[in-house]
């Protein structure tokens, strides 16, 4: 009954691909095949990720996080929670596991949502491939306007959540 | 290309561990397990979505979408569905240089791409996971109508 409370959404989603391949069976088998084309891209990208997430936990003590990341870390935060971000590579789902092991070890809210907002919108390899297929101009502004409109976000946010629910998600992370 | 570093990174790391601290190690890989355990269900779920949804909306059919449209309604749509998919970058520069050529407007294809990389529909629950539910709704939300200043902003900047 656990288990199936915990995969609630992937069952739902199977009995729904099924319905779809009884009544238009092509559209089935692509769904099927490109459903296990993205199990098979996250089986590669994931062990390395939680591998080094597993090291960076036990191995980086929470007071280096808290220095460079934490309540009191100011713009030094700032900047290396986009720099952090910028420099990675994959999707966003990505981001939120080490975002967890960040929260755990005491790293400011709003340098997490910073970082997050760095990860989805800043990235280099991206920006570079953007400025070739859309242009320098096109690429140059958004890069401008997001790094302010991330830290403007993060911000915003960390003012509309209060400090119990900070703490329940902190207790997510260290349960 | 990107995960092959990505193993060599970990796996050295892996190795230099296991050679200072073994009991860390295995801490470490317990550890690691433990997240990845904890992770699978609603990721699995999540998976399963993308593979339908980006299965049902094809390029091909997003492309009419937005090339039929313009103005604030086009960008409405093309903020939706930028907001829903989760397209790789990769795949979708070409697509919104491509779609640019065919004569989509840059405000459209600019809120599309910052929908696309900021907003997830699809990858809610699990970031709800990480963050709760207030968190996730407001980062979302926010960086939805972050969107259309951007977009607002390039056009000006680009035309």
């Known amino acids: ?175 | 290309m990107f995960t092959a570093v990505l193993y060599c990174i970990s796996l050295s790391f892996l190795a230099f561990s296991f050679f200072k601290d073994k009991k860390k190690t295995k801490e470490a890989l317990a550890k690691c397990w433990k997240s990845f355990e904890n992770i699978l269900p609603p990721f699995a779920g999540v998976l399963a979505l993308i593979g339908l949804v980006l299965t049902v909306l094809t390029p091909d059919l997003i492309s009419k979408i937005i090339g039929a449209k313009t103005g604030f309604l086009g960008m409405f749509i093309t903020s939706i569905i930028g907001a829903i998919t989760l397209v790789p970058g990769f795949v979708a520069f070409p697509l919104a240089a491509s779609l640019l050529q065919k004569g989509a407007g840059v405000m459209q294809i600019a809120v599309f791409i910052s929908t696309l990389m900021m907003v997830g529909l699809v990858t809610m629950p699990l970031e709800v996971s990480y963050f709760g539910k207030k968190t996730t709704i407001l980062r979302n939300l926010l960086s939805y109508i972050f969107s259309f200043i951007v977009a607002f902003i390039i056009g000006m900047v680009v035309s």
């Open chain 1, 1 to 175: 009954m656990k288990f199936l409370k915990r995969y609630v959404l992937f069952i739902f989603i199977v009995i729904l691909d099924v319905i779809i391949l009884l009544t238009n069976k092509e559209l089935g088998i692509n769904i099927f095949l490109n459903t296990s084309k993205n199990f098979l891209d996250m089986l590669e990208v994931i062990p390395p990720i939680f591998l080094l997430l597993g090291l960076l936990d036990v191995w980086v003590p929470r007071e280096t996080i808290i220095k460079y990341l934490g309540e009191n870390s100011g713009i030094t935060g700032i900047v290396l929670s986009i720099f952090l971000g910028a420099a990675a590579a994959g999707p966003l789902y990505g981001a939120f596991p080490i975002a967890g092991v960040m929260i755990k070890k005491g790293a400011r809210f709003s340098n997490i949502l910073i970082f997050l907002g760095a990860w989805s919108t800043l990235k280099i390899p991206m920006f570079l491939f953007e400025m070739s297929s859309l242009g320098y101009k096109f690429a140059v502004t958004r890069w401008i306007v997001d790094v302010v409109g991330i830290i403007i976000i993060a911000m915003l946010i960390d003012r509309l959540v209060n400090n119990e629910e900070k703490e329940k998600i902190f207790k997510k992370h260290t349960a």
